[in-house]
């Protein structure tokens, strides 16, 4: 069994820059894939990006690329997602999850692990 906490959320005005992180514990990540989602109020979780925990290989989607890097410190076993220039529509809860299979999903559906979640707030 696999804990993640996320935590780094927060109120910020737009423009600037917060870095999320997401710890796992009772067990590490393994060699599977984690990573973020979003949801927005009234609106579907989406993914925002994952990261291979032995290749390091990142993906995101379209939308964050350039201004979200995920990445992984193995000897903590935690993820993080750097963003960079906030707008108001990154508003959302952000979710740390990760898959109990080898190779990238964009859906939150085969993803197994979830943390709670912490809230993102993007002020303009």
């Known amino acids: 069994q696999v804990q993640l906490v996320e935590s780094g959320g927060g109120l910020v005005q737009t423009g600037t820059s917060l870095r999320l992180s997401c710890a796992a514990s009772?067990?590490?990540?393994?060699?599977?894939?984690v990573a973020w989602f979003r949801q927005a109020p009234g609106k579907e979780r989406e993914f925002v990006a994952a990261?291979?925990?032995?290749?390091?290989?990142?993906y995101y989607a379209d939308s964050m690329k350039g201004r979200f890097t995920i990445s992984k410190n193995s000897a903590k076993n935690t993820v993080y997602l750097q963003m960079n220039s906030l707008e108001p529509d990154d508003t959302a809860v952000y979710y740390c999850?990760?898959?109990?299979?080898?190779?990238?999903?964009?859906?939150?559906?085969?993803?197994?692990?979830w943390g709670q979640g912490t809230q993102v707030t993007v002020s303009s």
């Open positions: 009772g067990r590490t990540f393994g060699n599977y894939p």
């Open positions: 999850t990760a898959r109990r299979y080898s190779g990238i999903s964009y859906r939150a559906n085969d993803y197994y692990y």
């Open positions: 990261i291979t925990w032995s290749g390091g290989n990142t």
